[in-house]
């Protein structure tokens, strides 16, 4: 490679965002729209199979486990899959994973096969949300991520709605069988749309494949009106060498006495959204039928309450980079203990549906700011093992949090559970408040390793999360 050509982070970083940007937003948006309508599509459909005795409350428990299961081996493969394979094809694989495992659940004869299968179908799925966020950061310029971030994140509220908007109006016509052939055929459909999605420019430069990486990112660049590498120049003080590469840190640099807070608040943050957002959307069906609503009375309301987790993404696009992070988890979370507390006293359906909106709302803001700042609080040689360490726990504790909700609800009902729920939010936000995490460069660059200056070198503002 010519000492001309600048490293390929910095020119992908200096780009204008074109049509190349726009349309891959689009193609990872549809990815994780069916990723999150398949996940969620479990609320309506576990809630439905009860009056035909399908299944069972402690089946629709081992689905609910199995699912969980599924999502941690694949949110902990995701990230080897693509840095061994590539990015393009871990993008495609783990997505055909479950839009054909999908289809086979539609014709699963009893509960037992089909908790195997959604076992299978996770497995892609919580690879599929890992690497959708994960391709934003390897394609989209520094300065821009955070508007993108925040849309996809809007794109996995609409998969969320309408899944309970689907289920409400399908399931009473034509059964359960009905959502994973919706949710199995949109997710092949957005595979072939991405089939010509190209590999990460980044990833081809930390193989070697200098050739490929630069074709691909003059073709990047063409279509953001780039008409000459030089064109998104840096200066040569802030350029760094193409094929210098970060030392190999052992994953035991996160537990060290200077990281270790760090790591036990990620896992905090990311186990309590993660158990409070699922608690509260997995269930929400299922405890309605149970204090004797119809089954489609049920579907509705759980559609209007909903369509909260397209608001939440909306507020923290609006609102979070004026507040600041670190303030926005405070107030999200706050606020999702506060209305959690009143919910369980709701009678009327108006009331129901209104603060329910603004619980499920609250939980999706604490959900994706909390996912979206925990990577940050590690600099770039563990960047990505301290976010998916704090994954892989969190999803791996939400396949016992089921027996948990249905104990809770068995044992105290639904106030027993929402209030649980109430009580994880204040002790996260509390502890959030408390430690004041500093993910500044210079906070980062102390604690990096030697030789790793990657995070001393970013060009954007201080983030104080």
Request: proline share 4%; charged share 15%.
């Amino acid at each position: 490679m010519t000492a001309t050509h600048l490293n390929v982070s910095q020119r992908l970083d200096n780009l204008p965002i074109g049509k190349f940007h726009r349309r891959m937003a689009l193609l990872v948006g549809l990815g994780m729209f069916f990723d999150s309508f398949d996940n969620t599509l479990s609320s309506a459909v576990l809630a439905s199979m009860l009056p035909t005795g399908f299944s069972t409350l402690e089946l629709n428990s081992m689905f609910l486990s199995a699912t969980f299961a599924g999502l941690a081996i694949g949110a902990a493969f995701a990230g080897w899959l693509s840095d061994r394979i590539g990015r393009g094809f871990a993008f495609q694989f783990n997505l055909a994973l479950f839009g054909i495992l999908a289809l086979c659940a539609a014709l699963a004869p009893n509960m037992e096969v089909l908790i195997g299968l959604r076992f299978l179908m996770a497995i892609g799925m919580g690879a599929e949300y890992v690497i959708c966020y994960g391709m934003i950061t390897e394609f989209f310029p520094r300065g821009h991520r955070g508007k993108y971030l925040g849309l996809l994140g809007i794109f996995g509220g609409f998969g969320v709605s309408m899944s309970s908007l689907i289920g409400w109006l399908v399931i009473p016509m034509w059964s359960w069988r009905a959502m994973f052939i919706i949710g199995g055929v949109g997710a092949l459909i957005a595979w072939w749309l991405r089939r010509k999605m190209p590999e990460s420019p980044r990833w081809l430069e930390s193989r070697g494949r200098h050739e490929e990486a630069e074709a691909v990112l003059r073709r990047i660049e063409k279509e953001s009106g780039v008409t000459s590498p030089k064109a998104g120049a840096v200066s040569g003080k802030q350029a760094v060498v193409t094929d210098e590469k970060t030392n190999y840190v052992p994953i035991t640099v996160l537990f060290s006495p200077t990281v270790i807070r760090r790591t036990l608040l990620a896992l905090v943050l990311t186990i309590i959204c993660l158990f409070g957002s699922y608690s509260v959307t997995g269930w929400m069906p299922t405890f309605f039928v149970k204090q004797g609503m119809t089954v489609t009375s049920s579907l509705g309301f759980n559609a209007a309450i909903m369509s909260g987790y397209v608001a939440g993404p909306l507020l923290c696009m609006l609102l979070a980079d004026r507040l600041g992070r670190r303030r926005s988890i405070v107030l999200s979370g706050t606020l999702a203990a506060i209305v959690a507390g009143i919910y369980p006293f709701m009678t009327e359906p108006a009331l129901i549906i209104t603060v329910g909106f603004i619980l499920v709302a609250m939980a999706a803001s604490f959900l994706t700011l909390c996912l979206g700042t925990v990577p940050e609080f590690f600099p770039t040689a563990f960047r990505f093992r301290g976010g998916g360490l704090a994954q892989t726990v969190g999803r791996v504790g939400l396949i016992a949090s089921p027996f948990i909700v249905l104990w809770l609800f068995n044992s105290y009902g639904i106030i027993g559970v929402i209030l649980t729920v109430s009580g994880f939010y204040v002790a996260a936000t509390a502890i959030y408040a408390a430690a004041r995490v500093d993910t500044s460069p210079e906070a980062l660059a102390h604690i990096a390793p030697a030789g790793d200056t990657a995070d001393a070198l970013e060009e954007e503002p201080k983030a104080r999360a």
